[in-house]
């Protein structure tokens, strides 16, 4: 079975630009979540997306967006991106269902903003 | 006061040692308690899950839960090289059904010398 894959693996942007990040889960699997991981602050949960609507939000700025496909595909944007928006940027899949889930992580997408 | 406390180390031992990681929290709702391993340049991968309170044992690892005291515990014993990484915990209110929201500690890096 293949893993979780995103992609770009490394994005490099200006201040006040915007990026699209892009997330595809294990076949089979419905819910995404994205996480922010930098070293000041460790993995942050973003958002959760489950059967194409959003299931869970964490403390982030309304800067931070995201959306699922009816394929289970996730993107997520930022926009107006700052500089201390660099970090790496996790998806994981898990089947969502009720009991315990795991989560499946991504390699990540390091996005550095200049 | 952040939710979850973990020492970043770094912590170095020899191979063979057995090596404790450990995670403090401040909520008591928490009901799930993971450890994931990351390698440089990778996504975490989950190592042990445990549910409420108690021991769990997966062959040289042994994740404990003492909620009373709101602390958990790895154990790594003969530690190899190869268990070079950083090490997460990571803890959530309420697993069934939604999966996102998982609270990090910022990771312990380890290094074991042969």
């Known amino acids: 079975k293949a893993g979780v894959t995103q992609t770009p693996r490394y994005l490099i942007k200006t201040r006040g630009q915007q990026v699209t990040l892009s997330c595809s889960p294990i076949?089979?699997?419905?819910?995404v979540s994205w996480y922010q991981q930098t070293p000041g602050q460790g993995l942050q949960f973003l958002f959760e997306?489950?059967?194409?609507?959003?299931?869970n939000k964490g403390n982030f700025p309304g800067r931070f967006s995201g959306r699922q496909f009816s394929n289970s595909r996730s993107e997520m944007n930022v926009s107006t991106l700052e500089l201390g928006d660099s970090a790496l940027y996790l998806c994981a899949s898990s089947g969502g269902t009720i009991g315990y889930n795991e989560q499946f992580f991504g390699p990540g997408t390091r996005l550095t903003v200049l | 006061q952040k939710e979850v406390e973990q020492d970043p180390g770094p912590l170095s031992v020899p191979e063979g040692a057995i090596v404790s990681l450990n995670c403090t929290y401040s909520?008591?709702?928490?009901?799930?308690f993971m450890w994931y391993r990351q390698y440089s340049r990778k996504g975490p991968e989950l190592l042990m899950y445990?549910?409420?309170?108690g021991n769990k044992e997966d062959g040289r690892f042994t994740a404990q839960v003492d909620k009373s005291s709101k602390y958990i515990s790895l154990f790594i014993r003969d530690s190899q090289p190869s268990d070079s990484a950083t090490y997460l915990c990571?803890?959530?209110?309420?697993?069934?059904?939604?999966?996102?929201?998982?609270?990090f500690g910022k990771g312990t890096k380890l290094s074991v010398k042969p």
């Open positions: 076949s089979g699997h419905r819910s």
């Open positions: 445990t549910y409420s309170s």
């Open positions: 909520n008591s709702a928490f009901q799930y």
């Open positions: 990571a803890m959530s209110v309420n697993y069934g059904g939604s999966q996102g929201n998982l609270i």
């Open positions: 997306y489950f059967s194409e609507t959003q299931r």
